[in-house]
Each structure stands twice: as structure tokens, then as C-alpha cells.
């Protein structure tokens, strides 16, 4: 229950194109769902996050949709570009009390110039 | 924003010598820290849970005598990996969390040890 999948693993996208990033979780007690990008030999960066109250949140290129009755949210990357190409990692966690990020596996996304 | 400061950001070190990895807070308190562990192209595993001035949690599977956490202070947390061994060799990241209107966990840069 404390699992988020995330899909696809992998990702290419052409340049100007709109890149998909899917997550679902089972545990309805979240209510903190961030999106992380990492570059290689790099710590993860806080791209976007959102909480269970509101149904999109759009900051610049990137979107989240979240679909509480559906437990699933996912990244929306508008005019993606050859420097997005990172990856991606969806994770959710409960705040009170700070506890863990429960990460999603990662997707790998390559923006084809 | 927050920034998390982690030190150093590679090490090489024998195989059976310790290594002290560094985790500060900058801008912020932080109550809680995390540790992960990061395999080549997977995702982040959670170590242990570390809280300001109380013994650090540890995950599953974690052996607390070898990755040994202390968070003295509201803003460093430290991880040393104890007689460390080649199989430790990974990708090593903290994460601070904040608190309060500003909620959100900040990772650091992350740590390459390489145990040879």
C-alpha cells in the first residue's frame, strides 16, 4: 500500500512535443505528491508538487494532474526540450509529521533535438 | 528557496577505512533528515530517517552499524559508512525537510563513493 508506480519507464519525445509522466498509489492517507527531475551524478530537484485539494497546477512547462477517485497524477511537460532529457521520479508522502517520500521507479526522458 | 549542502561530492577510499558524509541544511531547520541510497539508473532507497537529536530509523535490510547516522543539530545530519567494503560503492543523497507554509523535502547534490 505504500508503492507508487510510475510509468513509462522510458521516454522519447521530439522537441516542442508534450511528455507524459504517470503515477498511481494505493495509500489514500497521501496528500504531498512532488516530481522530482535528476540529471545524472546529480541530487534530485524539485520541479512541481502538489497537494489532494486542487486538481491541476501548472508552473511554467510543467503540469501536474491529479485524480484523487482515480489515486493517479501525472506530469505534463509542454514544449519539451533537448535540456528536460533527465529523469523523472514521482513520490508522494503523508506531511504530518514529515514522514518519508515514497518514490515512484523513475522515468528516463529523452527529448530528441 | 532551501538549500541542502552535501560534502563531499565524490570519495575514494580503501576497502575496510570509514567515510563521513556531510549533510547541512543552509537556509532552514531541518527536524527530520533522510538518507537514500541510488543504484545506476534505479531509484532512490531510503536508508534511515533521521531526527534532531534522537536515534536515526532505519529501513529495512539497513545495517545501523555499518551506516552509522547522527543529526546533533537542526541543520547537519552525517552518515559514515563504517569499515566500508566495495559492495557499498553507490550514489549516496540526503534530504532535509521543512516544515510549515514552506513543506517540502530538498535533496543534496548527492555523494559517488567508491570503495576500492
Known amino acids: 500500500q505504500q508503492q507508487v508506480k510510475q510509468s513509462p519507464q522510458s521516454l522519447i519525445v521530439q522537441k516542442g512535443g508534450i511528455s507524459i509522466i504517470n503515477c498511481a498509489y494505493e495509500?489514500?492517507?497521501?496528500?504531498?505528491f512532488p516530481w522530482y527531475q535528476q540529471f545524472p551524478g546529480k541530487g534530485p530537484a524539485l520541479l512541481i508538487a502538489?497537494?489532494?485539494?486542487?486538481s491541476e497546477k501548472k508552473e511554467g512547462r510543467f503540469t501536474i494532474s491529479f485524480n484523487k477517485s482515480a489515486k493517479q497524477f501525472s506530469l505534463h511537460i509542454m514544449d519539451s526540450q533537448p535540456g528536460d532529457s533527465a529523469t523523472y521520479f514521482c513520490?508522494?508522502?503523508?506531511?504530518?509529521?514529515?514522514?518519508?517520500?515514497?518514490f515512484g521507479q523513475g522515468t528516463r526522458l529523452t527529448i530528441n533535438p | 528557496g532551501a538549500v541542502v549542502s552535501q560534502h563531499p561530492s565524490r570519495v575514494i577510499c580503501k576497502s575496510g577505512t570509514s567515510v563521513k558524509i556531510e549533510c547541512r541544511s543552509l537556509?532552514?531547520?531541518?527536524?527530520?533528515m533522510f538518507w537514500y541510497r541510488q543504484f545506476p539508473k534505479q531509484s532512490l532507497m531510503l536508508m534511515a530517517t533521521?531526527?534532531?537529536?534522537?536515534?536515526?530509523?532505519?529501513e529495512q535490510g539497513v545495517e545501523k552499524d555499518k551506516f552509522l547516522i547522527n543529526h546533533a543539530s537542526l541543520t547537519l545530519s552525517t552518515l559514515t559508512v563504517t569499515s566500508a567494503h566495495p559492495e557499498d560503492s553507490s550514489f549516496y543523497i540526503c534530504?532535509?525537510?521543512?516544515?510549515?507554509?514552506?513543506?517540502?523535502?530538498?535533496f543534496g547534490s548527492g555523494t559517488r563513493l567508491t570503495v576500492v
Open positions: 513520490a508522494a508522502s503523508i506531511i504530518q509529521g514529515a514522514q518519508k517520500l515514497v
Open positions: 534530504s532535509a525537510s521543512e516544515r510549515g507554509p514552506n513543506y517540502g523535502y530538498t
Open positions: 502538489i497537494r489532494p485539494d486542487v
Open positions: 495509500n489514500t492517507a497521501f496528500d504531498y
Open positions: 537556509d532552514f531547520q531541518a527536524t527530520t
Open positions: 533521521s531526527n534532531e537529536g534522537s536515534k536515526a530509523t532505519y
